[in-house]
């Protein structure tokens, strides 16, 4: 059984860092991409950054410049490195990996980043 476990969220003050981390297990095949969704009540998952195998990436526009994603391709890993992290950062995020381009790909169960004034 595919298993995506998201760690690192947390509390932390406007203009903090914090590192999301997302290892695989129960699956030997390298995802083509990986990537990174945030929710937030009454709101349906936005994509906040990818990256496939090659290492070419993809940022929604309210992050660029901010965070910075990174893959372990041998780990079956991908990471989150966000900085100058505002409130309307906060939410629920989620890691996303993907077998083939187009597929749903599996989803790990979210970690919550709340960031304060």
């Known amino acids: 059984q595919v298993q995506l476990v998201e760690s690192g969220g947390g509390l932390v003050q406007a203009g903090g860092s914090l590192t999301l981390s997302c290892v695989a297990s129960?699956?030997?095949?390298?995802?083509?991409?990986m990537g990174w969704y945030r929710q937030t009540p009454g709101n349906g998952r936005e994509m906040v950054a990818q990256?496939?195998?090659?290492?070419?990436?993809r940022y929604a526009d309210s992050v660029k410049g901010r965070f910075t994603v990174s893959r372990d391709n041998y780990k079956n890993a991908a990471y989150l490195q966000m900085n100058s992290l505002r409130p309307e950062d906060t939410a629920v995020y989620y890691c996303n990996g993907r077998l083939a381009r187009g597929t749903d790909g599996y989803w790990g169960q979210g970690t919550h980043v709340t960031v304060s004034l």
């Open positions: 990256i496939i195998s090659r290492g070419n990436t």
């Open positions: 129960g699956i030997i095949t390298r995802f083509y991409s």
